[in-house]
């Protein structure tokens, strides 16, 4: 009985294989599981009730995956500006206009920023396609939400640029750079051209409009300086005749015929007064060389003050030339009216009109009449060669 008594303890401690011990816990764990599973289709299943049309339930409805929420007027807005860009940078330009004009069209109106860069963006398309008013038009828009917006400044400058409107373009680009502290290369030399266009346009006009004024008097006289062979600035004296200048030796020859007239005449005259004189006189016999010679030279000052009082008086008689009166203003540094003289010298056909014109031409440059007195020195200088 012992025997058998431990038998069956060991059987019963030890003799079970690990399979049926895991068999007999696994079970009643599977069966929990499949149980589990079986419950929750069931409940499934009843709640699956169609209505009476054979509709879905209310609660089925309730299991359907629920649309996305809708976006926000903003969001809206940005995502076409978005969308615009593409066109942008795809060069569809009108495409991306549209879409910047619905961004601008949906963005709430108390959104200035956003609006101010739709604004903008819209410009730079319009841009691209020279659209330049409607650059202006947008830029201002976008400047009206946000004034210091350097882009938009900028782009409005070159567009005013472009239509010519240099002032307005000038104030765009310098508030720009004010705002941008000088950084940016391409508003500076904007800037810096459209003030050598409006500097140079406004020379021109000033030009044109201005009264020609004579220089001060020491720069003129600083100018003829210059010029050491200058005819104008050489004393009247020294400045020759063109009536006799190719005259000279056709003067000379009254000269050298003169004084044999002279002494004949003097020789017949000492001749009568000897014989009227042979009777009671011996002193007329011997008239020696000596006293002819100094009969001759004293008729020879009668006759040249002769002909020198005629001078006198026929240039007494005669008026002035008006060279000679520009001249002498030109000796007494009385500049304004020598242009005045020299045409009268012209239109009379005077002997100094050559030279009248080449100084008329002289303080027509210095006045700065260049159209007048360019020709002037063109057909001097030609006159002068001939």
């Known amino acids: 009985m012992a025997s058998n008594a431990g038998s069956s303890e060991n059987v019963s401690e030890g003799s079970w294989p690990k399979w049926m011990l895991a068999v007999a816990v696994g079970a009643p764990v599977a069966l ?144 720009t750079c004010i705002l941008e502290g000088f950084q940016n290369q391409n508003s500076m030399l904007l ?47 020294e400045i020759p005749d063109p009536e006799t200048k190719t005259e000279t030796q056709p003067e000379t020859q009254p000269d050298t015929e003169t004084v044999p007239k002279t002494e004949d005449a003097t020789e017949e005259e000492t001749q009568a007064e000897t014989e009227g004189e042979t009777e009671g006189t011996t002193e007329t016999e011997t008239v020696n060389s000596a006293d002819v010679e100094e009969i001759v030279e004293t008729k020879k000052v009668e006759l040249k003050d002769d002909e020198d009082k005629d001078k006198d008086e026929t240039e007494e008689t005669r008026p002035e030339s008006g060279y ?33 014109m080449l100084m008329r031409a002289t303080f027509y440059m210095l006045k700065g009449q260049i159209d007048l007195g360019r020709p002037e020195i063109g057909r001097a200088s030609c006159r002068e060669r001939v």
């Open 191 to 237: 800037a810096d051209k459209v003030l050598k266009e409006m500097g140079k346009e406004k020379a021109e006009k000033k030009y044109q409009s201005r009264v020609p004024a004579m220089p001060s008097k020491q720069f003129i006289k600083s100018y003829f300086s210059s010029f050491s062979q200058d005819i104008i600035s050489q004393p009247f004296e």
């Open 324 to 356: 000679i009166k520009a001249k002498k203003l030109f000796d007494q540094a009385d500049y304004e009216d020598i242009i005045a003289e020299c045409t009268k010298e012209m239109e009379s056909q005077g002997k100094y009109a050559d030279t009248a």
């Open 32 to 175: 929990g599981i499949a149980g589990a599973i079986y419950y929750s289709k069931k409940k499934s299943k009843v709640s699956e009730r169609k209505d009476p049309e054979g509709g879905p339930t209310e609660e089925k409805s309730t299991t359907e995956p629920s649309p996305p929420p809708e976006l926000s007027p903003s969001a809206k807005a940005q995502a076409e500006k978005n969308k615009g860009n593409k066109y942008f940078k795809g060069a569809k330009y009108e495409s991306a206009i549209k879409c910047y004009t619905e961004a601008i069209t949906i963005c709430p109106p108390e959104n200035a920023k956003e609006l101010s860069t739709f604004y903008q963006n819209r410009a730079a398309a319009h841009e691209q396609l020279k659209n330049y008013s409607a650059v202006i038009e947008d830029c201002t828009k976008a400047l009206e939400y946000n004034a210091q917006y350097p882009k938009a400044l900028f782009r409005r400058a070159k567009a005013y640029e472009k239509t010519g409107e240099k002032m307005k373009c000038l104030e765009d680009v310098t508030a």
